[in-house]
């Protein structure tokens, strides 16, 4: 095209433009080794307005910047196509949603009918009885069609592909008060739709708010208020009322208060409950059993510290020695351990992983990262 352009630096200019985008003047000329102006101007001279291809319209060019519209939403009339091996395309077992058919139709017997179907032929031969007997047979597979199209719509409108979810409709708080109504609700639910059951329980539910109203109107006449600010007042003190009843629960009684002070003055310690008169020691809670750890899998493999840290922290030797080589070859991975990174590596109680991590801390079994 160019004297100065080879075979090989139009290919070369091709695929770079191909690569780099149409514009990238810069780029485009350090792949082909010659300035952006040179490039730009050998492409739109030979590639763009050659007079020899005068096939491309000449495009004007738009200062106005591009909007993009917006793309109207159409419903499908088939339910969404589910992830493959997810929750919801096993409980769509036997429906195909891309296709919108199932794999078992209504009346599928009459597949085997579509055979004869299939051989049937009109031929110029026939006479009035058998062309008539033909397309009585064609008219009866056409109505099983439409009629199979038919309850194939009902099911899919109507939510019969999953009953449960069918039946899950409505928030649930609205579920949780209606929830009698809704049980009464569920055979009647396969034969409308969603939006109708859900207009359902909402009327139902603004019944049950009226009646809850009502009663609470009913329950301030009884107790002599006849305003709205005496019921206001009334619901206030009633709430401290409450708060103080509980506080009262959690304050400890007069024997137990007795108790701790005889206990003082006696100078006996609560832990040792033997020295404790039984008439003291009955309001006290009972101590938990000793937890025995003879026969169980693993004990022999632990040492005596060890087995005295499973006793005390009621952790079974197999447990025990799973958390420490896990701790260990974590300490060993991360050059260090911290006391929050042991308790996001077992995810068990914290008190236990606090006694297993300062049990292997003093063993030197592991350490902390260094600052």
């Known amino acids: 095209m160019e004297e ?46 050659n007079p020899i291809y005068d096939g491309l319209p000449d495009m004007p060019l738009r200062n106005t910047p591009c909007q993009r519209k917006p793309v109207p939403l159409k419903l499908s009339e088939h339910p969404p196509r589910p992830a493959p091996n997810s929750h919801y395309s096993l409980s769509l077992a036997g429906y195909w949603p891309a296709r919108g058919e199932f794999a078992v139709e209504w009346d599928d017997s009459a597949i085997c009918e579509s055979d004869l179907l299939a051989k049937l ?9 058998t062309r008539e007997l033909k397309l009585q047979v064609v008219d009866i597979y056409r109505r099983l069609l439409q009629e199979r199209k038919s309850k ?42 969603p939006q109708e059951t859900e207009k359902v329980l909402q009327s139902f539910l603004s019944e049950m708010k009226l009646r809850d109203e009502i009663t609470k109107l009913q329950d301030y006449r009884r107790e002599g208020i006849s305003s709205l600010i005496g019921a206001e007042l009334h619901d206030k003190l009633a709430k401290q009322r409450v708060q103080e009843l509980e506080s009262e629960k959690k304050r400890p009684s007069k024997e137990e208060l007795l108790f701790y002070y005889v206990v003082k003055q006696s100078g006996i310690s609560l832990e040792d409950t033997e020295t404790i008169p039984p008439a003291l020691y009955k309001n006290r809670e009972k101590p938990l059993p000793v937890f025995d750890i003879t026969g ?62 300062d049990h292997l801390t003093h063993n030197a079994d592991i350490w902390q990262p260094a600052l």
């Open 121 to 129: 032929s009109f031929d110029c031969d026939d006479d009035k009885l």
């Open 296 to 357: 169980t899998l693993g004990v022999e493999k632990l040492t005596t510290s060890e087995k005295e840290l499973c006793c005390n922290a009621r952790l079974l030797p197999d447990t025990y020695l799973s958390s420490k080589s896990q701790l260990i070859a974590e300490c060993i991975k991360r050059n260090g351990l911290r006391l929050l990174d042991a308790r996001k590596l077992l995810k068990i109680d914290v008190n236990k992983t606090r006694k297993i991590y």
């Open 152 to 193: 194939s719509r009902i099911v899919r409108d109507y939510g019969l592909l999953v009953p449960r979810k069918q039946t899950g409709v409505g928030d649930k708080s609205t579920l949780k008060k209606c929830q009698d109504v809704h049980g009464c609700l569920i055979p009647f639910m396969r034969l409308v739709t």
């Open 4 to 49: 100065s352009w080879c075979l090989e630096d139009e290919a070369s200019l091709l695929e770079a433009i191909a690569d780099c985008g149409f514009g990238n003047w810069t780029a485009i000329g350090c792949r082909v080794n010659r300035k952006p102006s040179d490039c730009k101007s050998h492409y739109e001279s030979c590639f763009i307005r």
